[in-house]
């Protein structure tokens, strides 16, 4: 079984349909799964699909990782 690759920011942005600043803006404010390998950024694209599957990039999300409530 071959490893799965590591992914730039570019790819993983082409990826998601995103741009680059929305990359860097969810590591910092919502634990977008990446790892920094000297000054770059690399990611598996498993890790971030599981990311976006369990609500990491929901836009109601606070950073704190709690859902706010709604006011009806």
């Known amino acids: 079984m071959t490893a799965e ?3 730039s920011v570019d790819q993983i942005a ?9 990359i860097y803006r969810w590591i910092d404010r919502k634990h977008l ?8 950024w690399k990611f598996k694209v498993s890790e971030v699909d599981d990311w976006v599957r369990a609500g990491g990039a929901d836009e109601e ?4 990782g709690q859902t706010p409530s709604r006011k009806i």
């Open 33 to 40: 799964p990446a790892h920094r390998v000297g000054r770059l």
């Open 61 to 64: 999300q606070r950073s704190d």
């Open 5 to 7: 690759p590591w992914v």
């Open 14 to 22: 082409e990826h998601l349909g995103v741009t680059r600043d929305s």
